[in-house]
């Protein structure tokens, strides 16, 4: 610790100079930690600039569709209201990173989102291995010109209206429009539009393989069509056997492929959308993680900021204000409460990763046996690099940092009168915890599974999807909605049957036919 | 390696298309908004923007959900007394979903509207979209008899009338100011020497000395004498430039029967339709006045709260109101000055004989002068005898007379947009 202090720069006014020399300090720290990132690109804004980033999730670039209008209208109306502070800090994950500063904030508060967002962030996109998997920082910036160029032109071209119908019905479904297993191929813009040329002459020129009436030699690993016995079919027209061959969970890349009447430019549509729920499916899979990561580093650079003697104790109370109000978890009876603070959740489980390497208890030991005593720096990059929200809390939720937050579980069971504490943070209770928690965190759960299962080609070319249901929970009232765009992009009926435990209990169909069957129960 | 960009001189409203297209795919709700509010909103309230609600249900993006029911589980924080196996009542209200979700529905009013503000501006154009003033006729901006003098400083000529007094005194105090100070100064040096000659030993005196200096200070007190106290150099005019008035002025008469059949929720009706030709009027003219005319068998010019609030008796003579406003015009509006606009509002009763003299005195005399005459009957009731007379000059004037019949306040609205729907067809 240096005894002399000799601070940047003090108060709360800042310049590009002061900036830059901040950043230089903490780069020097980030390296000493072994932070690795991709080159930053700090851009200063206003207000009304944050308020713009803030409507297009983000996006530097996006193109034009009126529920980004909503939400600016939203985020608007809350901020001049005061419900809201702007978020002081908004970063993309491409490379270079940017990072946006609003020039309100005072010299602590950039500071602050340069350690927060220029090196944790940053860090967690470039090492975590679902950003490293599906992602591509280098042609994200590119790729997002092209969509929004090409999408422009398909307003040209064919109105504006038409445009935002289709794009209506592809956001509907854009949850369903990724690949949770298969890694996407790298996107690039020019190759994005070489391929794009292509596909649209391919398309063109080719029958779409689906529709031929010619009939294929059957294939046996195909599944009969229900109810077509080979006395009903003698001539053995059904016998292909069902299509798809496998229940299809990404819906977008199906209706892309697949839906028969969409024109080439509709597709290439479809597969805009479906590029970008792919592009935001890590983030939405590690919230905690990487909001976690971004506190604890932004809490240790500053520390040491602070111990290196470059900054005040003026700049660093008003650090510890501002640190302590975002990672705040309210209780769940507070009025304030709105579910975990996955700020709070990340930073207590990241710092207590740290504890438990530097100065492990008994617990410890039991409960992290590789990990209590090991180097500190190694186990928290260990956890940041190969972890999602799910397991990350599955494998590190600590018994003291339940104990600290005091978690507990409640079971909502609608067949019981009351609610039940399922566990608490005891003894018998901390893995029924850790497990509910983690559930809570994945995105297998928080979204209805439903797949599609068949379409009819040879038939009335319906479309099949199945949704099966997690602890009997059924699917909400929007769905009608959503299968009505889901019906526009298909073209044909579509239906949705809901299975419980191998029965189904409830089928959707659109166009409705008459009023909806109500199955089992 | 780090870059830093300013971008605050960057364009900002980069969602503002965003922004437009919402606003555009909301107009059916949005329009409804507007014209409840202004159904709902007093005279002097319309200068303002609107809060406008959308319900979530219709702005919602659909996605596949998980819905009620089911079992399902939630870890929260901040345990205090539970123990496991501890049953807890349902909180009320919301199907017991209370955590994890980060959409805790306690915010109030946020979660069943959607909420945001008009601008003034954008308000306005929701009132008045698609409307479009009927035969606004801009006079020429610089046709003489439309040039207003005005003071434009001051000049040494001038025509005695407007000679400014105070201007034209300061000028000469100054004058004889500058005047006299030099012809003082060698008149006080005269007589100091004057003394200096007289105090000395009488040996010594210079009597043909004495002479002169006498001499001289009676030379100089008489030119101070014949400086003039005012002179034609010092006089200072008034001027005037002739500016060239803006034309496009308009003035409403509004015309209302207040005789005992007419309710103040008629009058409340019949308020709501000047105001909005009011506002309407003011968006497309740079000035409108109101002038307000109401009658029973007489008809008598009043200001507005005496229109709109105060009560009155009696039969109805309509042909009085419509001579005053005939006289108003020839006092104080010449057409050829003005944008002429006729509002009436009535419950329809009038005295038998006097519909065809109301029919005469429009199609003679007014309106070959009038912009517009739009007649509002606030009746669920059959037609009289009036509305049959002015149907007759409908017919003649079919461009510039309109006629509605309106029964509750929420026909105003329509009734407006009707009676000044954009004329289409004779823009081509």
């Not at chain 1, 592809?170 to 813009?189: E, F, M, T, W």
Request: hydrophobic share 35%; proline share 5%.
């Amino acid at each position: 610790m240096n005894d002399i202090r000799r601070p940047i720069a003090s108060g709360s006014d800042w310049n590009f100079a002061i900036l830059q020399r901040f950043d230089t300090e903490l780069a020097c720290l980030a390296d000493e930690y072994r932070l690795d990132t991709y080159p930053n690109q700090i851009e200063v804004i206003t207000t009304e600039q944050m308020m713009d980033a803030y409507a297009s999730v983000g996006m530097p670039v996006g193109y034009h569709h009126w529920s980004f209008g909503k939400q600016f209208l939203a985020v608007e109306q809350a901020y001049r209201r005061g419900q809201m502070g702007l978020a002081y800090e908004l970063v993309i994950n491409s490379d270079p990173c940017i990072a946006y500063l609003m020039e309100e904030n005072t010299l602590m508060m950039q500071v602050l989102v340069m350690a927060h967002a220029c090196y944790g962030h940053n860090s967690f996109f470039k090492g975590n291995y679902l950003f490293r998997t599906w992602t591509d920082a280098e042609s994200i910036i590119d790729y997002l010109v092209f969509a929004r160029k090409y999408i422009a032109q398909c307003e040209e071209r064919h109105g504006v209206q038409a445009v935002e119908q289709l794009l209506d019905a592809c956001h509907a479904l854009q949850n369903y429009g990724v690949d949770r297993y298969k890694r996407p191929s790298p996107i690039s813009a020019e190759e994005e539009i070489r391929r794009q040329d292509e596909r649209e002459t391919y398309l063109q020129a080719q029958v779409n393989m689906l529709w031929r009436t010619i009939p294929e030699a059957p294939r046996g690993d195909m599944p009969i069509v229900d109810g077509m016995s080979p006395e009903n079919d003698p001539l053995g027209l059904h016998s292909a056997g069902r299509y798809p061959s496998e229940p299809q969970e990404n819906l977008l890349y199906f209706i892309e492929k697949n839906a028969p009447l969409l024109a080439p430019w509709q597709r290439e549509i479809v597969r805009i959308v479906r590029k970008l729920a792919q592009y935001f499916y890590p983030q939405r899979q590690t919230q905690v993680m990487n909001e976690g990561w971004a506190c604890f580093w932004h809490y240790t650079l500053m520390n040491r900021l602070y111990d290196d003697g470059l900054v005040d104790e003026g700049l660093m109370l008003e650090f510890l204000q501002s640190h302590s109000a975002v990672i705040h978890q309210p209780d769940f009876d507070s009025p304030n409460f709105s579910g975990i603070n996955p700020y709070a959740l990340g930073f207590a489980i990241f710092t207590d990763i740290k504890r438990i390497c530097v100065s492990p208890t008994d617990e410890d030991h039991e409960w992290f046996p590789d990990m209590a005593g090991s180097p500190w720096r190694e186990s928290v990059e260990f956890a940041m690099r190969n972890f999602k929200d799910e397991s990350f809390i599955q494998q590190f939720l600590s018994p003291k940092v339940m104990r600290d937050l005091k978690l507990f579980l409640v079971v909502d069971d609608d067949q019981e009168e009351t609610l039940e504490v399922g566990a608490i943070h005891n003894e018998r209770g901390y893995r029924r915890v850790r497990e509910a928690l983690a559930m809570q965190y994945a995105l297998s759960v928080r979204e209805p599974n439903v797949q599609i299962v068949e379409a009819d080609i040879r038939g009335d070319r319906s479309l099949t999807l199945h949704h099966v249901q997690d602890a009997r929970r059924p699917l909400g009232r929007s769905v009608y909605p959503v299968m009505r765009h889901l019906h526009q992009l298909w073209g044909f009926p579509v239906r949705l049957d809901s299975f419980e435990a191998e029965r189904v209990t409830r089928r959707y169909h659109w166009p409705i036919e008459g009023e909806e069957v109500q199955a089992g129960r | 390696m780090t870059y830093f960009i300013d971008r605050r001189p960057n364009a900002k409203h980069k969602s503002a298309v965003n922004r437009q297209r919402f606003l555009e795919r909301y107009r059916k709700h949005i329009k409804r908004s507007v014209e409840e509010s202004v159904n709902r909103r007093s005279i002097t309230d319309m200068e303002r923007g609107e809060k406008i609600s959308i319900p979530t249900k219709d702005i919602s993006e659909p996605v596949f959900q998980h819905g009620q029911g089911g079992a399902r589980s939630i870890v929260a924080p901040g345990n205090k007394e539970f123990l496991e196996g501890d049953r807890i009542q349902r909180p009320k209200g919301q199907g017991g979903q209370g955590g994890g979700q980060g959409d805790a529905s306690n915010q109030g009013e946020g979660m069943d509207e959607f909420a945001f503000t008009l601008s003034r501006e954008e308000f306005l154009e929701f009132v008045f979209d698609g409307l479009e003033l009927p035969h606004l006729q801009r006079k020429p901006l610089k046709s003489l008899d439309e040039v207003k003098m005005v003071r434009a400083g001051l000049s040494r000529d001038g025509v005695p009338a407007r000679i400014s007094i105070t201007r034209s005194m300061r000028e000469a105090y100054a004058r004889r100011i500058a005047l006299r100070a030099p012809i003082r100064r060698a008149l006080k040096a005269a007589q100091e020497a004057l003394q200096a000659e007289e105090r000395k030993d009488s040996v010594l005196r210079n009597p043909a000395r004495i002479t002169e200096l006498k001499a001289e200070i009676e030379r100089l007190e008489k030119r101070l004498e014949s400086i003039p106290f005012i002179d034609t150099y010092d006089l200072r005019y008034h001027q005037l430039s002739a500016q060239p008035q803006p034309s496009s002025q308009a003035v409403i008469f509004c015309v209302m029967d207040v005789s005992g059949s007419m309710t103040q929720n008629h009058k409340d009706i019949a308020k709501r339709f000047f105001l909005l030709l009011y506002l309407f009027l003011e968006k497309h003219y740079e000035k409108v006045e109101l002038v307000f005319v109401r009658h029973h068998t007489a008809a008598r010019e009043v200001n507005e709260e005496e229109f709109f609030y105060s009560r009155e008796t009696g039969g109805t003579i309509v042909s009085s109101a419509l001579r005053l406003v005939d006289k108003i015009i020839e006092a104080r509006y010449p057409p050829g000055k003005w944008n002429l606009y006729v509002a009436q509002a009535s419950d329809g009763d009038n005295w038998d004989d006097d519909s065809d003299v109301c029919r005469e005195l429009l199609l003679k005399k007014l309106m070959p002068q009038l912009q517009y005459f739009a007649y509002v009957e606030i009746t669920p009731h059959e037609h009289q005898s009036l509305w049959q007379e002015y149907e007759a000059v409908a017919g003649v004037f079919s461009e510039r007379f309109a006629m509605r019949q309106i029964v509750e306040a929420g026909d105003i609205y329509p009734v407006f947009r009707e009676l000044f729907k954009r004329r289409l067809s004779q823009r081509q």
